[in-house]
């Protein structure tokens, strides 16, 4: 039987967004400079949504309050996923790794998402 996590670094959830946010960190390093502001930006902000938020879910007490801030991080993502697509068209690279980790937390979010909405406490 596998432990419960004493801090929210130790979700597999967690650790997968915080995965993808130093990809995006990476693959934004080129991006052209004008985009700084603007594309380069936006995306960081969202993917850093997703791990944050995550992490926040981990001390609340409700499973209203949990849920809703798991909701945000799916927002995020979404985000994100508009963002790489974006960036793709505009030829600033290739995220198909990127949109695959995206998929994968998502389908992680909606689990936890559901455990918590169905858990007895």
């Not at 960190?25 to 930006?41: A, H, V």
């Not at 001390?59 to 849920?67: H, L, N, P």
């Not at 974006?86 to 998402?113: C, M, P, T």
Request: aromatic share 14%.
């Amino acid at each position: 039987m596998k432990k419960p996590a004493r801090t929210f670094q130790d979700l597999i959830v967690w650790q997968k967004a915080h995965e993808f946010v130093l990809l995006v960190y990476k693959c934004t390093k080129s991006f052209p400079k004008e985009e700084i502001y603007n594309l380069t930006s936006q995306l960081r902000r969202s993917s850093v949504s997703i791990p944050a938020n995550i992490g926040e879910v981990f001390k609340k007490k409700g499973k209203a309050d949990k849920v809703r801030y798991l909701n945000i991080a799916q927002d995020s993502l979404e985000e994100s996923r508009y963002y790489l697509i974006l960036s793709h068209d505009l030829r600033y690279g290739n995220f198909k790794e990127q949109q695959v980790d995206l998929e994968e937390i998502s389908k992680f979010l909606e689990a936890y998402s559901f455990s918590i909405l169905n858990s007895g406490f």
